[in-house]
């Protein structure tokens, strides 16, 4: 039988999806002609949580069949992983206690997590997201996805960013941009249809909070000013909580819950609905059964409030610093929009319209209006939207190490990205041949109160004198917010060769070893289902043939057939454990040509076998 | 592809004058974004796309130091050929010398838990932003000077060298300023207001 060739064109191109990677839960959006929209999973759910579960055959999943494993399989699960984006094990020691998973010995710059005998860094963690997010829209939209528009914190620094556009790449996505979540927000909100004006975005989700101030004029999105804290957001509540409540159990079952790994998941789970009750209720409990037991604790809003003050307060810290920075007073704020989930808090929305003098927005879901937004900008790399541009800025000072251990900055924060700095540098002993750049980023005077980004080690410098090189080291910080390094030899004009040291995070080499290790395995995993597909076929034409040699029409044959039949057999038994299904296919092809005329002997004699008997009149 | 050039005063297609339209200045700037920014090339070629990154760093760059009259000065002294060094900063003005060593003794005084300094503190706090009131004003006479004048001509470099001298007596100011200011609200650093303006 022949197949077809359907010919859907070649310059068709495949649309670009939106993501909002959160620290609780992850949405996937495409732009369409009536505006952007969420994309549902199959089973008609917006949300993906952002938890990955490695299951008992060592298989990644993600979203909701991980939810389930972080109650009965906590050890092997991982949550609230993109407060591990870009970080070193020494940043984390405070809440990795809070988590059940481990951290791997040999975990430096790069965190390494023991999901039973497997390690993951944070970015392959988050690629099983993404993975799930591309399946669902690629089944949603009937068609494969390979680009996307991911957002990031505005406050994450260019590591935490690196992390997730390698996370992008592994999980098979070109990020064709990170959009900070804040501006994001704001092209979903339409606010410039309205008029021109000034609007402070204030993003609390579960495990960062962003201010951003914005300039719209005539369609266009100017970044002012941002600030922020990437350690602050819903899961510090949550841990609130959950301290109390562990001590309350620990008085009243006389048990330290906090050992048990699934006792303290679902007291979480227990924590977490009570405070989201207490956005809609004067009161409620904290509830847990758990094997046998029972704990309940009322708690009403007052309390609450009393016990979260401190969280909410620390998000007004940034919001100050952002408006010296943007150089407003909070009256010239013309509109206040609120983002994330943490944002229905009935105090969190108080203590904005106090700050801002100004009745914040919440007509939109927030926890989706940043995957809308991003669908937005993927709309606007696409080309499908045009009347709106972003120009968005980096939220901290980049700079380089000089002597004594000071930071230089070349580059100031909430500068508009793309931004660059030209910086010269030279030999300090005769015939040098390598000079190393320490480049850092933060707000600090001294090297060691700013976060070390990059050592940028310059190669192969002529030899010379001390201090006759000059080499033009150019720093430039893309649309992406991430930077990128380029020298020159200022004497001879040609390019010199620079090895980026990350401080924090992948080298390019890694990830590229990721790929290609995922790469094979998919390519593995796929060889070995085609082998175990080819080996059942075999079974069935084996099975066919050995009864057919019991019928008559095995003795009808020639015995020239007869034995290419049993050759064929034979061959087809000697492939059949071997591991290339292409071998094992021709076999089962052969034994097929080979038994041809006996199927349809075999055929007209059982049809002539029921037309026995047959009275014809 | 076009050419680019990386002079700010070229690229933002603007005559090479101290005072600028800061109005004038920011249409451009919107203008030239929506032309060059990455996003727009998103679906272009590769060199586009590298010339795209170029264009908007350019633009960024360069919006950020023409809008500042300081920087903006600063650059059209550079690419004139009358460079600031970070050493002709620090060298005091001499009719600053005797508010220097005060202050300097105050400073001690207040780190050394004297809080008794703090109203002199802010005396002089006071009599520095008067002083930088009254370099603004110079600088914007200056800035007339040189713009009244034929570009390469006497009259031109001799103001441009007036403003560098003026500049240098500036950033000392600011210096003090920052000085005094975090002797009195030692805020944290990233509070720290980073654009210095007229």
């Known amino acids: 039988m022949g197949t077809f060739q359907i010919d859907f064109g070649e310059n068709r191109t495949s649309k670009i999806v939106g993501i909002d990677l959160g620290t609780t839960n992850s949405l996937v959006a495409v732009m369409e002609l009536t505006g952007p929209e969420i994309i549902d999973d199959p089973e008609g759910r917006k ?127 070109e990020v064709l941009r990170l959009v900070n979540e804040p501006t994001a927000a704001s092209l979903a909100y339409g606010l410039d249809k309205r008029k021109d004006g000034v609007i402070a975005v204030y993003d609390f989700g579960g495990g960062t909070f962003d201010i951003s101030i914005l300039r719209l004029h005539e369609g266009i999105f100017e970044v002012l000013a941002t600030n922020g804290d990437t350690h602050l957001g819903g899961d510090d509540i949550d841990n609130l909580l959950l301290h109390i409540a562990l001590e309350d159990i620990q008085s009243e079952w006389g048990q330290d819950l906090s050992t048990d790994a699934e006792g ?142 000071v930071v230089s900055k070349l580059i100031h924060r909430n500068s508009t990205i793309p931004a660059s700095a030209t910086e010269s540098f030279t030999t300090a002993v005769d015939g040098q041949r390598n000079v190393l750049i320490h480049v850092l980023q933060g707000e600090r005077e001294l090297v060691k109160d700013c976060r070390s980004l990059a050592r940028f080690d310059l190669k192969d410098v002529d030899p010379l004198p001390a201090g006759l090189a000059r080499i033009e080291v150019r720093f430039l910080i893309d649309a992406n917010g991430i930077l ?78 007869r034995g290419s039949i049993e050759s064929a057999v034979r061959e087809l038994q000697t492939v059949y454990n071997g591991n290339d299904h292409h071998v094992l296919n021709e076999k089962i092809e052969a034994l097929n040509r080979a038994t041809q005329h006996l199927a349809e002997t075999m055929m007209n004699t059982a049809v002539r076998g029921a037309l026995k008997g047959t009275k014809i009149d | 592809m076009p050419e680019l050039s990386s002079d700010f005063y070229d690229f933002f297609g603007l005559e090479r004058k101290l005072n600028l339209d800061e109005a004038e200045l920011q249409r451009r700037f919107y203008e030239l974004s929506r032309q060059w920014h990455p996003d727009r090339f998103s679906r272009k070629s590769a060199p586009e796309q590298a010339q795209a990154l170029e264009a908007t760093a350019i633009l960024n760059d360069g919006y950020r130091t023409l809008r500042n009259p300081v920087r903006r000065a600063e650059y059209l002294l550079k690419e004139e050929g009358f460079p600031i060094g970070e050493q002709r900063s620090k060298d005091v003005p001499p009719e600053l010398l005797e508010e220097v060593f005060e202050l300097n003794m105050m400073l001690e005084e207040l780190k050394g838990g004297d809080d008794s300094a703090r109203p002199q503190l802010e005396t002089a706090k006071q009599n520095f932003l008067g002083l930088r009131e009254g370099v603004d004003r110079e600088i914007e006479t200056l800035f007339s000077k040189y713009d009244a004048a034929e570009s390469q001509s006497e009259t031109a470099k001799q103001a441009l060298h007036e403003i560098r001298g003026v500049l240098n007596r500036r950033r000392y100011i600011e210096n003090l300023l920052r000085d005094v200011n975090r002797a009195l609200d030692p805020i944290d650093a990233a509070a720290e207001p980073i654009d210095e303006r007229l």
């Open chain 1, 47 to 173: 949300i993906v949580p952002s938890i990955v579960s490695l299951t008992d055959d060592n298989k990644l999943v993600a979203g909701e069949p991980a939810r389930e494993l972080l109650l009965t399989r906590p050890e092997r699960t991982v949550y609230s992983v993109k407060r591990l984006m870009g970080r070193g094990v020494q940043d984390i020691q405070q809440e990795i206690k809070l988590f059940p998973f481990r951290v791997a010995e040999d975990s430096e710059s790069v965190i390494k997590l023991k999901l039973g005998n497997r390690t993951f860094t944070p970015p392959e963690i988050s690629a099983a997201v993404l993975r799930q997010l591309k399946d669902n829209a690629e089944a949603a939209l009937g068609e494969p996805v390979s680009e996307a528009v991911i957002t990031v914190p505005a406050y994450f620094n260019d590591a935490q960013r690196q992390a997730t556009k390698d996370a992008g790449r592994l999980a098979g996505l």
């Open chain 1, 264 to 405: 303290v998941q679902r007291l979480r789970r227990a924590v977490v609905h009570a405070k989201e009750q207490l956005s809609f209720l004067p009161e409620t409990n904290i509830d847990l059964a758990y094997k046998g037991k029972r704990y309940q604790r009322a708690i009403d809003r007052e309390l609450f409030e009393r016990l979260i003050a401190p969280i909410v307060e620390r998000t007004l810290e940034p919001c100050r610093a952002c408006l010296l920075d943007a150089k407003l007073t909070p009256e010239q704020i013309d509109e206040v929009v609120m983002v994330g989930g943490s944002t229905r808090i009935p105090l969190v929305r108080a203590a904005v319209e106090r700050l801002f003098k100004a009745k914040p927005h919440t007509e939109l879901n927030p926890d989706e209006v940043v995957a809308l937004g991003a669908a937005v900008q993927a709309g606007i790399l696409a080309g499908n939207v045009e009347d709106k541009l972003l120009l968005d800025v980096t939220p901290l000072s980049l700079g380089i190490e000089t002597m004594g251990g």
């Open chain 1, 484 to 561: 990128n390094v380029t020298a020159r030899d200022a004497r001879t004009g040609k390019e010199q060769s620079v090895e980026v040291k990350p401080s924090y995070g992948l080298t390019e080499d890694q990830v590229e070893a990721m790929i290609r290790e995922s790469f094979e395995k998919a390519e593995e995993d796929m060889r070995e289902r085609q082998v175990r597909e080819a080996r059942v076929e075999a079974d069935n034409i084996l099975a066919a043939t050995a009864k057919a040699q019991k019928s008559d029409a095995w003795a009808a044959l020639s015995s020239d057939e």
